[in-house]
């Protein structure tokens, strides 16, 4: 009986529980944040870096005397500065803080040129090291070795550079950097079994996962791309922003291939494909007939010159998608791309 008493009043315990937490899961917490490394009411001798999270559920927005202000930045300017951290909740409820304080630098300010903390390089890179005060003394290790200044970092590996000035009073300041030296950098956009990420430009232009192996570059598939009409369409790459491998900075690399195959290079028009990117303004880089071959092709486009000034495209990929224009002399056509890659190949241009 007892027994039973006990396995009833831990069933209404487990009801209790779970309408708690159903309830709970409803229920929204207030905006919160944590800030590191400045208090309110302080004066720095040496430069300061706000660090601010944002509590589950909070969105932050924070300017530092009136400016939008990025987490994580050092501030190394002499000054009085205010901090400014609005934190809001989906509810839209919002909190407002300020944090006062004042820098006035009696320490060396170092800076550092040729090698960025989390960085990543695939050439030797040569760190320059220079502070404010011209009888500073600076110490230098890397990966915990006395480090010599001027001496070129080629070797391919994970790096900690540890830079320590110390002025004529004796105030010190240490700056941490880390980066890396290894190959250069290539991603692949993937073709996947589902084909996620690709989508035809209009109804003249299908697309398929292909297995044959005849019309396949490397892997388990390629792209097929039947192609009806003479209007000039192509295979679409994140149009609606869904590739599973695209990514948004595009700056660190020169060229995107992609191997193109044709059975009879004269289905072509004259200005056969057009590889455009959806940026603004758009981006256009046209392959001739001419310079195709029956079979695989390795097209090569140079980014670099596609964007020309427009250097900030590249940065930010996230909204921009690209298509493979194709165009043919009239008939149905079909077609197989393979290897979508970006690749870092022009060494002497960085
Ligand atoms: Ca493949």
């Known amino acids: 009986m007892l027994k039973k008493l006990g396995a009833f009043g831990f069933l209404v315990v487990l009801i209790l529980s779970l309408t708690l937490s159903g309830c709970f899961s409803f229920s929204v917490p207030d905006p919160s944040f944590?800030?590191?490394?400045?208090?309110?009411?302080?004066?720095?001798?040496?430069?300061?870096?706000?660090t601010i999270e944002p509590g589950k559920g909070t969105t932050l927005t924070i300017t530092l005397n009136g400016e939008p202000f990025e987490s994580g930045t050092t501030i190394t300017q002499d000054g009085e500065y205010k901090l400014v951290i609005?934190?809001?909740?989906?509810r839209g409820k919002e909190t407002t803080?300020?944090?006062e304080f004042t820098i006035e630098l009696d320490v060396p300010l170092i800076t550092i040129t040729g090698v960025e903390d989390g960085g990543y390089y695939w050439d030797a890179v040569t760190p320059n090291i220079t502070t404010d005060g011209e009888n500073d003394t600076i110490v230098v290790t890397l990966n915990g070795e006395e480090y010599t200044l001027g001496t070129p970092i080629e070797a391919h590996d994970k790096y900690t550079m540890v830079i320590t000035a110390t002025n004529e009073k004796g105030k010190s300041w240490t700056v941490t950097i880390k980066f890396e030296i290894g190959a250069p950098p290539e991603h692949e956009i993937g073709i996947g079994e589902e084909l996620a990420g690709?989508?035809?430009a209009s109804d003249s232009v299908v697309l398929s996962y292909n297995t044959d192996p005849q019309y396949i570059k490397s892997g388990n598939g390629s792209l097929k791309v039947e192609k009806d009409g003479n209007s000039g369409h192509g295979p679409r790459l994140n149009r609606k922003g869904d590739h599973p491998d695209w990514?948004?900075?595009?700056?660190r690399f020169d060229k995107l291939t992609v191997w193109f195959y044709v059975e009879n290079v004269d289905s072509l028009a004259d200005n056969a494909l057009t590889f455009r990117m959806y940026s603004e303004p758009q981006k256009d880089f046209g392959i001739a007939k001419s310079s195709l071959t029956d079979g695989w092709n390795l097209l090569e486009i140079d980014l670099k010159a596609l964007v020309g000034s427009d250097t900030d495209i590249l940065k930010d990929m996230s909204s921009t998608f690209i298509e493979f224009i194709i165009r043919t002399s009239g008939g149905k056509e079909t077609f197989y791309m393979d290897e979508f890659k970006l690749t870092m190949s022009d060494l002497a241009d960085q």
């Open 97 to 99: 803080s300020e944090i």
């Open 198 to 200: 690709f989508q035809p």
């Open 86 to 90: 609005v934190a809001k909740n989906s």
């Open 247 to 251: 990514i948004d900075d595009w700056s």
């Open 34 to 50: 944590t800030v590191e490394g400045v208090e309110d009411g302080q004066t720095y001798e040496q430069p300061v870096t706000p």
